[in-house]
């Protein structure tokens, strides 16, 4: 036998069963994600996504439109970060789906939050500085995680609404385009109460096009 097969024999089994040990576990990771993956998408939870969902009232019905949607990690960035978002995002309640985030961290999860935005609006500000007509209107935005009512999906939201329609919200329910959209009008109504009485749960913005 030649002298190299007896060498590499040997390193095989010298490392065997560290080989053994490494393909075993890849297989079982690989097991739990799948099992995890799926239970996921039977409970219809997708809290490691982040929706950018507009609120809109016009002409006395709710309008919910998705600006864009991304993952967790693509939007906060830091590991550490996303991990305390999902955290946090499993705390809301049906009477508060605001995330429970730590006062002194908000405001540096709404700047990514942001900061995504301002990418996707950017052309209202370069307009605006070559002198072309420019609309805006102050937004509000905060970070919520609905778990009441019809929910189909849980993901984390990052809730929009223009800063005049949330302080003014009107007494009576508007008109919905699908029954279950109760539950955002719920979720506008106590974002209503919590920028009264807790703003440093918002950050403010200026959106235009």
């Not at 508007?174 to 807790?198: C, D, N, V």
Request: hydrophobic fraction near 45%; aromatic fraction near 8%.
């Amino acid at each position: 036998m030649p002298v190299w097969l007896e060498q590499w024999i040997g390193q095989v089994r010298d490392h065997g069963s560290k080989l053994l040990a490494a393909a075993v576990f890849t297989v079982i990771g690989w097991g739990i994600g799948r099992w995890r993956s799926k239970r996921a998408w039977r409970n219809r939870n997708f809290l490691n996504r982040l929706n950018f969902s507009l609120n809109l009232l016009v002409d006395g019905k709710l309008l919910i439109r998705t600006l864009m949607e991304k993952s967790c990690e693509e939007v906060f960035l830091n590991q550490s970060a996303v991990e305390d978002v999902l955290a946090s995002a499993k705390r809301t309640t049906a009477a508060n789906p605001l995330l429970p985030l730590a006062k002194d961290d908000t405001w540096y999860y709404l700047n990514q939050v942001l900061n995504e935005l301002a990418e996707k609006f950017a052309t209202a500000p370069l307009k605006r500085d070559l002198n072309q007509p420019v609309c805006t209107a102050k937004y509000l935005v905060c970070l919520t995680s609905e778990s009441a009512g019809e929910i189909r999906t849980r993901k984390i939201r990052a809730m929009i609404i223009r800063k005049d329609q949330l302080i003014a919200l009107p007494e009576e329910a508007p008109q919905f385009e699908s029954p279950h959209h109760i539950t955002r009008w719920q979720t506008l109504r106590i974002m209503q109460a919590k920028y009264a009485s807790e703003p440093h749960q918002f950050l403010e913005l200026e959106l235009g096009v």
